[in-house]
């Protein structure tokens, strides 16, 4: 009788941990924003001008972008994108809007390279990194994704893959969209227009 | 009479095309990205033609303007961006290879002086069949979302 409780209790056991798992199983992030799941959220990165606060940004559209500055063409692409899609609102508009740019790759990008870096694209965006610890916190709760990969034979010495997403954050610091890569600048502009 | 004179206007048509088609290689629509300043990498991109009977490779590239130059791709596995060397970018038989922001590029790396819009940079490129190229691109500033929009060719 004790054996079949055990044996009772050992398939509840399992059947929760299958459940957790399958509750937890990595989902792209668009499902699991559908889901309900809250991503996002607060951070603070290391800027030219001293911390960079998400929080301070409260009451803007904040377009964020995580990459690093040595990419020739994904990230630059992105941000292109978006400064393109922020050109297609009204100059009131856009000055609700900012871009944060996080780098991944504190070794090669300073604060001070990436303000520059991410003011090339537009004046509202500026450019931040952290510790590792925190990049990888931040990176965690947007469901991003990066790993430093070494380029062997190659002058870079080193690449970076990254998912490629341009998050969507509300005027109350909520994850509202995450875009897939070289989304077109119009579909972007009415995005933005959306949550203004 | 204007038979004869049909046929020879016809051969010297064939003739005066003839190192045209010597040419087997040709680039279009090249640039180089303009980057902020002070950074280390750019990338350049074109389409390359071929109007030969067989494959040829682009092997390797050099340039005045930057330290190294290599060949690369990216892929995109998931949405997760993956930027690889390759050692060579393959032009097919009377075919053409686009090299494009997301794919293969030309990547410009140590670069010696800033790429801003307007300028112009030189690219030398070296081709399994030992020619080579030698280009003078402008520096272009890259404005996504914009592929499969057609330029005018020169
Ligand atoms: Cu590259």
């Keep these: 009788m004790k054996a079949l409780r055990n044996l009772l209790l050992l398939t509840v056991f399992m059947l929760v941990g299958v459940a957790i798992a399958f509750y937890f199983r990595p989902q792209p992030v668009e499902q699991r924003i559908a889901l309900g799941e809250q991503l996002g959220g607060d951070f603070t990165l290391q800027a030219e001008n001293g911390p960079l606060r998400l929080e301070d940004y409260r009451g803007k559209v904040v377009l964020f972008f995580i990459g690093y500055a040595s990419c020739p063409d994904i990230c630059p692409t992105a941000l292109a994108v978006a400064s393109q899609g922020l050109k297609r609102l009204s100059q009131t508009e856009q000055q609700e809007v900012a871009g944060i740019f996080m780098s991944v790759d504190p070794k090669r990008d300073s604060p001070e390279k990436l303000a520059k870096y991410a003011g090339f694209f537009h004046p509202n965006f500026t450019g931040g990194t952290a510790d590792r610890e925190t990049i990888d916190k931040v990176v965690k709760q947007y469901g991003a994704f990066y790993r430093m990969v070494d380029l062997d034979g190659s002058a870079m010495g080193y690449a970076v893959d990254h998912s490629s997403r341009l998050y969507v954050i509300n005027k109350e610091g909520k994850l509202a969209k995450a875009l897939a890569h070289a989304t077109n600048p119009d579909a972007l502009a009415a995005e933005i227009r959306n949550l203004l | ?154």
């Design chain 2, 1 to 154: 009479m204007i038979k004869s004179m049909l046929q020879r206007s016809f051969l010297l048509a064939t003739l005066s095309a003839a190192p045209f088609a010597m040419a087997e290689v040709s680039v279009e629509n090249g640039y180089a990205r303009a980057v902020p300043p002070g950074q280390m990498n750019s990338a350049s991109f074109m389409i390359i033609n071929n109007s030969d009977a067989s494959d040829i490779q682009l092997v390797s590239g050099s340039s005045s303007v930057a330290k190294v130059v290599e060949l690369h791709t990216h892929t995109n596995e998931n949405g997760v961006m993956k930027m690889r060397q390759v050692e060579t970018i393959t032009v097919p038989a009377e075919g053409s290879v686009a090299l494009q922001p997301g794919g293969y590029h030309i990547m410009l790396i140590g670069l010696k002086t800033d790429l801003a819009e307007g300028g112009e940079i030189d690219l030398k490129l070296n081709f399994s069949d030992e020619s080579s190229k030698l280009l003078t691109l402008p520096v272009k500033k890259v404005m996504g979302g914009m592929q499969g929009h057609h330029h005018k060719h020169h």
